[in-house]
Structures are given as structure tokens and as C-alpha cells.
């Protein structure tokens, strides 16, 4: 079964409809498309061809505050997400993901994510220096933007699962 663009609208509607209803969720991931540099929604890009990106931001929402040294400390469960895409290779042509791999057997393309929301934070690594005041720059990934050229716009499942 192939999930349209206008589907995907509504999945992601009902999803926001179930976050607000249910507010314990633990993660929120936000899916937003552009084409040429213009934001598009998904009923938008559809059957469209130019420079596209697909951007996948994750946030961990399972926040605990937790006394650490005598300090209060924002600390976040730790979950694990692994996520991926297929893309047409006839559609889709010069495929990179930011801060995630590509794979393909020459018919299709696969962009795979793998991120640890809220692990910056827990583990104090936002408020390390970043680069150019240090060799070694730490973080984890949680924002992935899958870059590609293409022809006819269409995009199946983006499949995500979360580990605790």
C-alpha cells in the first residue's frame, strides 16, 4: 500500500489530536518538507520535481527534574529512536541525510535516522563549548534532513520506532 501525501496530513493530524488528548506521550516528532527552499506541506510537494528536503526533528517529552550534587537537574528517560525511508531511485536522484546514512540496490534508495532525543540535555552536552573553542565536539543527534533531486514527487512510509 502506497500512503499518499494527503494521508500522511491526516495521520500527522490525528497524531497531534492524540498528543494533546493523551499528553503523556513520551516523544513528538515534527515532518516538514520544502522544496527549492519554499515550505511546503505534503499536499503540496506531491507530484512536484526540484531540490527537495525532508526534515525530521525528534524531542523527547518524558522530562524528570532530579537533584544531582545539590543542584535540580533536568533529566530526560533515555530512548533510542530508529527510523527510516524508501525512495524510488527513479524518482529520486542524489540522495544525502544529514546526521543519518543512505543505502541503496540501485532501484531504490533507503535514508536511515537513528537519534537519542533529550540526551544532550540529561547529560549536560549542550552547555559544553562547542566547535572552535575545542577539538572534540559532543553531541547526539536528534534533527535529520534527507536532501535529494527529484522528479514527480512521492514518498511511502517514514517508519519510526522508539527503544526505552
Sequence with gaps: MRLTPSFL???????????????????????????NGVSMSADEIAGKSGSVEITVKMKNND????????????MYSPMIVVGGVTMNENNFQNISVKNGKSVGNGNNQV?????????NDSLGLTQLPQNGETEVQYSF???????????????GNIMLAAIP
Design 9 to 35: 496530513n491526516t495521520f500527522s493530524s490525528t497524531l497531534d489530536r492524540i498528543t494533546e488528548e493523551c499528553a503523556s506521550l513520551p516523544l513528538s516528532f515534527e515532518i516538514s518538507y520544502s522544496l
Design 63 to 74: 522530562a524528570h527534574v532530579v537533584r544531582v550534587n545539590g543542584k535540580d537537574v533536568t
Design 111 to 119: 535514508a536511515l535516522l537513528v537519534g537519542f532525543p533529550g540526551i
Design 141 to 155: 543527534d536528534d534533527t535529520f534532513v534527507i536532501s535529494a533531486d527529484v522528479e514527480k514527487f512521492e514518498l
